[in-house]
């Protein structure tokens, strides 16, 4: 009888043991740990992602900028060069009497802008894209490149830069070379600069 008694005090000292929880110290403790824990896995791997993105970014824009500069190569040298490429090039001294005239035959302009009253379809010399903008409705519209390309901006330049220095040439310019730079602008207002020389060929 004796030892009944001690087997069912035990019992219930393990009951009451096991039904034991938490204080609300310790729970205030444990959501701070977690809170500092949570901290610092944010600003551990959210640099890590933003980085992934900027890669990802960075490789579009590469793809754009190198699709532009094709795009402009194929053109011509000039709005009064032959489009199918000919003998003699604008503003070439023919008679080597060390004067451009018109008895040489067609100057080259002076004019660094669109004449094709901004239909893109009719460029056809790489003057015609200085200026020229492009955002990212302007890529297209659902189902193409537009979808691949939203918060992306394209802007071109072109200038005169016969000595290959980087600036323009102004009235000084032989019309040997033009400068283009093409530069995307990413989602995340990174630029990008791709920058080729066409010359007077």
């Known amino acids: 009888m004796h030892s009944k008694s ?31 824990a949570f901290s610092i896995f944010t600003t551990l791997i959210y640099p890590l992602a933003n980085q992934s993105a900027e890669q990802v970014h960075q490789i579009k824009a590469a793809e754009l900028g190198q699709s532009m500069i094709n795009e402009i190569l194929g053109k011509a040298f000039d709005e009064n060069s032959e489009m ?16 451009i005239k018109a008895l040489d035959g067609e100057t080259c ?19 015609d894209y200085n200026g020229l903008t492009i955002i990212e409705s302007s890529l297209g519209g659902s189902d193409s490149l537009g979808d691949m390309y939203v918060g992306y901006q394209i802007k071109v330049n072109v200038i005169n830069d016969s000595d290959y220095d980087g600036d323009n040439d102004g009235a000084d310019n032989n019309y040997t070379a033009k400068l283009i730079t093409v530069t995307i602008t990413t989602p995340q207002d990174f630029d990008f600069d791709f920058s080729v020389y066409r010359v007077n060929f």
């Open 84 to 99: 199918s490429g000919g003998f003699y090039r604008c503003g070439e001294d023919q008679n080597n009497d060390g004067e």
């Open 109 to 127: 302009s002076d004019v660094l802008a669109n004449e094709e009253a901004d239909t893109r379809e009719l460029f056809d010399d790489v003057d």
């Open 6 to 36: 001690n087997s069912s005090s035990v019992f219930v000292l393990l009951a009451r043991t096991s039904q034991q929880g938490f204080t609300l110290i310790e729970t205030i403790v444990g959501i701070v740990v977690l809170s500092i």
